[in-house]
């Protein structure tokens, strides 16, 4: 257990101690035992493994679209790139939002080839064929040159194929698989916790794309553990505690809690009031240095006591949040792809995203949300692709809408991925050795073995489907009671 | 022609609409002697581009305007809203025809003539 926590749970107040949406870390479950056997690097280089992932994962489960704000008008679309889909999301002129693969039923050329839009129909620049925003055939360029159709044309066969969609925390999410459990079963117990941040009242500020020179699984092990906050990012632990944090697994998706506001107990003077420290204090937490003079490490106390005493103000939903919401970073992965780190305020949403031919390359999408006071205008983010051996400055990619020293954070994680790539392939690495700090990726790579070799199936009413929830389940290997 | 005013052969203008009128994001449709012209109020100015598209001739008053872009709603194509340029897609290499804008004693007036489009994609 971190110092922190029993700081905290030293000074909890019975009274903020009453059931909240989202259940606190603390007091601190223990880190499940899951195993400790080594995980295999091939499985971060493997063609025939990218391929198994293809069939087995990335065609089975959710996965986060597009926003809905982007889809507010009647034939207004959004393109996203999957692996080797691509698929259009729509709102059609009956008000409702479909997706659909991105192919001509002609003969198979991509119809949308841009990533925002609005269409009365959609119109293959190859042939004309066109179909209304609701996905039907409208319209066979010279049907008459088709022997095929000679009957009439079978519009019934001929529509756009579409994907499954669902919508949660104001984003589209979709499946390919038709047959799949409800977005709601599948993100389960942890999806209903963080429905208290209210995510569709977010605004999407900044959509940044890193092509990466690394495995996509790479990127989601990267950040779902803080054992490498001391090694990797000093300046994270001059303003967060990320060593020995609690962990949960809940189902196949897991949540940790980054303290911040704090000053890590790796250091050894965690009272003083540094310049870093104090312009952390300010531009994350919203706290002058002329209004606190207290000790470093307890400033997020200061957070919460001035978070509680503006909520029947505020547009926050400060009041449906327990404690450590309100002062900590919450941070969720949902299997396989999507991660959100939260403030009430503001977050953060990682997507990962597979190369469409390349195990040794993926796509990192990095989102910035704010919760802006109701009435504001949408804010017209440009969505900017940083391609492989083009890397940006990452603060300088990121100016205006997050913090320099975040952002460089940033650009230390994305530093690993090449690095990783060539070193998992080397004669000289055998297996990754996991400490209970990386439980959650022991958990991810466990997850994904179990949807490749049919363990798991996210079809509806399958015998066989992954707990999505803290309940054990039968045969189930999630524990944290 | 009734309502331009002339500053010299070929450079007159057309008082098209009061500044009022043009919304803080999106753009309205005038007519400038025989064309159709979309006009829309950026953080730098006024500007104005013919609404037809460069490649298939469609209609341009019904596409999307987002970053300053206008989205063809026919095959998707992006133009800058400023120069006319392409954005995105790859239909076409020849940009909009745009207008020339003044902004008089909160009056804007477009030019009777379109300038030349532009050739080659715009990038970001």
């Known amino acids: ?351 990962y995203r597979p190369h469409p031919t390349d195990p040794n390359k993926c796509y990192y999408d990095f989102f910035i949300l704010i919760r802006n006071p109701p009435g504001t205008p949408l804010p017209e983010y440009e969505h900017r692709v940083h391609a492989h051996g083009e890397a940006p400055v990452y603060a300088e990619a990121f100016e205006g809408t997050f913090d320099p020293i975040l952002a460089n954070v940033l650009q230390q994680d994305g530093s690993n991925m090449e690095t990783m790539q060539r070193g998992v392939k080397s004669a000289a690495f055998k297996g990754m050795i996991l400490c209970d700090q990386e439980v959650r990726l022991r958990h991810f790579h466990q997850n994904i073995d179990r949807f490749i070799d049919g363990t798991f199936s996210c079809e509806v009413n399958a015998a066989n489907q992954p707990p999505t929830s803290g309940l054990v389940r039968d045969g189930g290997l999630l524990r944290n009671e | 022609m009734v309502g331009f005013y002339g500053m010299s052969d070929g450079d007159q203008f057309a008082r098209v609409a009061g500044l009022e009128e043009l919304p803080d994001r999106g753009f309205i449709q005038v007519a400038v002697g025989e064309y159709s012209v979309l006009l829309a109020k950026l953080d730098d100015g006024v500007y104005a581009t013919e609404n037809q598209c460069s490649h298939a001739n469609s209609t341009l008053d019904d596409g999307r305007f987002r970053l300053g872009r206008i989205t063809c709603p026919l095959h998707g194509l992006i133009f800058d809203f400023r120069t006319g340029q392409v954005m995105g897609g790859s239909l076409t290499m020849v940009g909009l025809r745009t207008f020339d804008t003044k902004v008089q004693e909160e009056q804007v007036y477009v030019r009777n003539e379109p300038n030349e489009p532009k050739f080659g994609i715009m990038k970001r």
């Open chain 1, 1 to 351: 257990m971190a110092k922190i926590e029993a700081e905290i749970l030293s000074r909890r107040e019975p009274s903020s101690e009453r059931e909240y949406q989202a259940r606190p870390f603390l007091p601190r479950k223990p880190i499940p035992n899951i195993g400790l056997e080594r995980i295999d690097g091939e499985r971060f280089y493997s063609e025939a493994f990218m391929a198994e992932e293809w069939e087995k994962i990335w065609t089975k489960t959710w996965q986060i679209g597009v926003r809905e704000s982007d889809l507010a008008e009647p034939g207004a679309f959004q393109t996203h790139e999957l692996g080797k889909e691509s698929f259009i999301f729509v709102r059609g002129h009956d008000g409702q939002i479909r997706g659909f693969y991105n192919v001509c039923q002609h003969r198979g050329n991509q119809l949308c080839t841009t990533e925002f839009g609005k269409t009365r129909a959609f119109t293959c620049p190859f042939h004309g064929w066109q179909w209304h925003t609701d996905g039907s055939l409208k319209e066979v360029a010279d049907p008459q040159f088709f022997r095929q159709f000679d009957d009439g044309v079978p519009e019934d066969e001929l529509g756009l194929h579409p994907v499954r969609v669902a919508f949660w925390g104001g984003w589209v999410w979709f499946n390919m698989n038709p047959n799949a459990m409800s977005l709601e079963s599948y993100l389960g117990e942890l999806g209903s916790q963080l429905e208290s941040y209210d995510f569709s009242e977010y605004q999407l500020v900044d959509y940044q794309t890193f092509e990466w020179g690394g495995n996509w699984k790479h990127a989601v092990d990267a950040f779902n553990e803080s054992y490498h906050f001391c090694a990797l990012h000093p300046d994270m632990v001059q303003f967060g505690e990320g060593h020995d944090i609690p962990i949960e697994l809940v189902g196949i998706h897991s949540r940790m809690l980054n303290f911040s506001g704090t000053v890590s107990e790796v250091l050894d003077e965690r009272e003083e009031m540094t310049p870093l420290r104090a312009k952390m204090m300010e531009t994350r937490l919203g706290i002058g240095a002329d209004e606190y003079q207290g000790s470093a490490s307890e400033v997020h106390f200061e957070v919460v006591k001035h978070k509680r005493a503006s909520q029947d103000e505020t547009h926050h939903p400060y009041k449906k949040m327990n404690d450590e919401q309100l002062a900590h970073q919450y941070h969720y992965t949902f299997f396989p792809s999507a991660t959100f780190t939260q403030k009430p305020e503001a977050g953060s949403v990682f997507r």
